[in-house]
């Protein structure tokens, strides 16, 4: 004799279905579509990326405690970027993955401070305790970055240039892969180095 299957048995094979059908999320790659996401700022104001879609977006992960991401802001050369590409219309968004009770978590108060103290100059900064939107683009590393043109693709992602290191190092004669994107950009070239391996302090998810 055979045994029915019970309501739950149902429920689970019916839920098992529905994860199987449901498509992978795709891992973020230089040319597609960059993942979409909602986030509120340090000012409480709420951020979509597709409502910045037809403008040039650039995505930071950020984490002050971290001594390659110091190393940038104490030399003044994130800031030197994010004033360049800002006063062109380019959108800066500095976002803090960084959980609760880890290095690099602040509060929205903290963050205003510390913008204001290291003088940065990004048009918002997303706090992210969660990590949902750090995870939804694999954001492994502080400082880790991501260029998105107007179309909603992503042009380049990576570290911020090539001088991996937090002793002996000058980010302002580095390689900065950002800047060249962005000049490639504004003269109608693809981006020469579209992908590099980021480098820096693991993003702090909880």
Same mark, same amino acid.
């Given at each position: 004799?055979?045994?029915? *299957?019970?309501?739950?048995g149902?429920t689970?094979?019916?839920? /098992?279905?529905?994860v199987?059908?449901a498509?992978a999320?795709? %891992?973020?790659?230089?040319?597609?579509?960059?993942?979409d996401f909602?986030?509120? %700022?340090?000012m @409480?104001?709420t951020?979509? /990326?597709s %409502?910045?879609?037809g403008? =040039?977006?650039v /995505?930071?992960? =950020?984490?002050?405690?971290c *001594?390659?991401?110091a190393?940038?802001?104490?030399? &003044?050369s994130?800031?030197?970027?994010q004033? #360049?590409t800002?006063?062109?219309g380019?959108?800066?968004?500095?976002?803090? +993955? !960084?959980?609760?009770?880890?290095?690099?978590?602040?509060?929205a108060?903290e963050?205003?401070?510390?913008?204001? !103290?290291?003088?940065?100059a *990004? +048009?918002?900064v997303? /706090? $992210?305790? #969660?990590?949902?939107? &750090?995870?939804?683009y $694999?954001? +492994?590393?502080?400082?880790?970055?991501?260029?998105?043109?107007p179309d909603? =693709?992503?042009?380049?992602?990576?570290a911020? $240039?090539?001088?991996p !290191?937090?002793?002996?190092? $000058?980010?302002?004669?580095a390689?900065n892969?950002v800047?060249l994107?962005m000049? %490639?950009?504004?003269? @109608?070239k693809p981006v +020469?180095? *579209?992908k590099?391996?980021p480098? &820096?302090c !693991?993003?702090?998810?909880?």
């Amino acid at each position: 004799m055979t045994a029915k *299957p019970t309501v739950a048995g149902l429920t689970g094979i019916a839920m /098992l279905a529905l994860v199987l059908a449901a498509p992978a999320a795709a %891992d973020p790659a230089v040319g597609k579509p960059a993942p979409d996401f909602t986030g509120t %700022d340090s000012m @409480g104001k709420t951020h979509t /990326l597709s %409502d910045y879609r037809g403008k =040039t977006v650039v /995505l930071e992960w =950020t984490n002050h405690e971290c *001594p390659y991401t110091a190393k940038h802001y104490k030399a &003044g050369s994130m800031q030197a970027l994010q004033q #360049e590409t800002t006063a062109d219309g380019i959108v800066w968004l500095s976002i803090i +993955s !960084s959980a609760p009770g880890l290095q690099g978590y602040v509060t929205a108060g903290e963050a205003n401070e510390l913008t204001t !103290s290291r003088s940065a100059a *990004p +048009s918002a900064v997303i /706090l $992210d305790p #969660e990590g949902t939107i &750090g995870r939804l683009y $694999d954001a +492994s590393t502080t400082p880790e970055m991501f260029v998105i043109v107007p179309d909603g =693709t992503i042009a380049y992602m990576g570290a911020i $240039d090539d001088e991996p !290191s937090t002793w002996g190092a $000058d980010p302002l004669k580095a390689k900065n892969y950002v800047r060249l994107a962005m000049a %490639d950009l504004a003269a @109608g070239k693809p981006v +020469s180095t *579209p992908k590099t391996r980021p480098y &820096g302090c !693991s993003v702090k998810y909880r």
